[in-house]
């Protein structure tokens, strides 16, 4: 997973909370991108970031904030969580053309 | 928004048989992407294929890319079970940004 990691990797959380997922890499990569998968939807863009503090939304932005303190940590926060963000997070970093992903944090919310 | 939409959604071959997906996409591309993503797992680059590239071939994958279609296929030889995944398609929407299809699951059956 290319210096990858993501935390915690498994989550029950209750609708109203909420909830921070955290992305570390350990390639010194520029960009990062949180993505929700969904059957039948693929993969979707939440936000990314191009650098420390230089954030911007994806497609699927409502609901969800990111910071990015230092190179290798972009956190993603559900500020409070619904039922409509279960879903399993990925967090990626780009090289040349290249995307490599985490290994993904399965999100569900009761 | 997909921009990248791969067909069939699903594939079930025997070991040892080809496996063939394809992929359209709406607009003018710089590359194309092939990803493969394991049961529970990050997605992982298989191949680039750039717009003046007409095939391309690494190990026992070869992806073709039509321009004039918008489209490409990938075709995986003597199947393995190992080659049991999703794959997905991916066309960049700018330099660093990706867009996803939902991808093909393919079975390979012992």
């Known amino acids: 997973d290319a210096g990858i990691t993501q935390s915690p990797r498994h989550k029950v959380t209750e609708t109203g909370t909420p909830v921070t997922l955290r992305c570390h890499q350990t390639e010194n990569h520029r960009y990062m991108y949180w993505y929700r998968q969904d059957p039948g939807h693929g993969l979707r863009l939440i936000h990314y970031s191009y650098g420390v503090k230089d954030t911007d939304k994806g497609e699927v932005s409502d609901g969800y904030s990111v910071s990015r303190s230092k190179t290798e940590d972009f956190l993603l926060t559900l500020e409070s969580a619904t039922s409509s963000q279960t879903s399993v997070y990925f967090c990626?970093?780009?090289?040349?053309?290249?995307?490599?992903f985490g290994p993904g944090t399965r999100l569900t919310v009761t | 928004s997909q921009q990248g939409e791969e067909d069939p959604q699903a594939l079930s071959i025997q070991e040892g048989e080809n496996a063939t997906m394809n992929c359209s996409y709406k607009?003018?591309?710089?590359?194309l992407q092939w990803y493969r993503q394991n049961s529970g797992r990050g997605l992982v680059h298989l191949i680039l294929?750039?717009?003046?590239?007409r095939e391309k071939h690494s190990g026992r994958l070869r992806v073709t890319l039509d321009t004039s279609k918008k489209s490409s296929s990938l075709l995986i030889t003597a199947s393995r079970a190992a080659d049991t995944a999703s794959y997905f398609c991916?066309?960049?929407?700018?330099?660093?940004?990706?867009?996803f299809g939902a991808g093909t699951t393919v079975t390979v059956r012992a």
């Open positions: 991916a066309t960049p929407s700018n330099d660093y940004k990706l867009s």
């Open positions: 294929i750039r717009s003046n590239e």
């Open positions: 990626a970093t780009l090289e040349g053309y290249e995307q490599y």
């Open positions: 607009t003018s591309i710089n590359n």
